[in-house]
């Protein structure tokens, strides 16, 4: 069974700063999504990035961009020009191209600072 | 506008009682799931399904029971049986096969 590890649980950072929160995965799987959702204090759960496993080219969404390393089997998310909204749970999570689950992980809690 | 809503948004469990939180989506999705989220965790798969009538058990479906029998349709009945329900609960729905799953707001469920 795939897993999604998130080894950071907690992370701060000064708004426009950079961040970079980190996410592995455990798979025998060669094709599959990755995703990042973010969680705000509303508890909406709002998908910020996905990435192919098959597109060696990172994805990009304005501030955030992942570096996939497929190999190492890491996906990390970065936050450029940090700003207070940004303050929220992320969740990493998998999704196999045979199964139509998602795995997330445990998340990561962002605060940015003023 | 096209979305999932969940009701209610807050929801009261004696004990021994079963209760069903809805799950409604007008995106004309295939997939829909159900995760449940405990403070502090991340979500966990509790049932999920491809089609109308049918669907497939998750990770922690002991406890919890659902049906589709329409496809805009996912209820979720939280049964006498899980013994620790108090979570907060999201419902998802997801396109083809290379889309994203789309969240409701969640109902927080808790014990009196």
């Known amino acids: 069974a795939q897993t999604v590890t998130q080894s950071q649980p907690e992370m701060s950072v000064q708004e426009a700063e950079t961040v970079t929160l980190s996410c592995t995965y455990d798979t025998s799987e060669s094709n599959y999504y990755l995703f990042w959702y973010k969680q705000p204090p509303s508890r909406q759960m709002i998908l910020v990035i996905r990435q192919e496993a098959y597109k060696q080219q990172n994805a990009t969404e304005n501030r955030f961009s992942v570096n996939f390393q497929k190999a190492a089997k890491s996906f990390s998310l970065k936050i450029s020009d940090s700003q207070l909204g940004d303050t929220a749970m992320y969740f990493c999570?998998?999704?196999?191209?045979?199964?139509?689950?998602?795995?997330f992980g445990a998340g990561t809690r962002l605060t940015v600072k003023p | 506008d096209g979305g999932i809503t969940q009701s209610p948004k807050y929801l009261f469990r004696k004990e021994g009682q079963n209760v069903t939180l809805s799950c409604e989506q007008n995106l004309n999705h295939d997939a829909m799931y159900w995760y449940r989220q405990d403070p502090g965790q991340g979500l966990r798969l509790i049932y999920y399904s491809q089609i109308v009538n049918d669907f497939q058990k998750g990770d922690i479906a002991e406890g919890y029971s659902v049906s589709r029998e329409k496809k805009e349709s996912f209820p979720l009945t939280v049964t006498s049986a899980q013994k620790n329900p108090t979570a907060f609960y999201l419902c998802a729905s997801r396109d083809t096969d290379n889309q994203p799953q789309h969240f409701g707001d969640g109902t927080r469920l808790s014990i009196l």
């Open positions: 999570a998998f999704m196999s191209y045979n199964n139509n689950d998602m795995r």
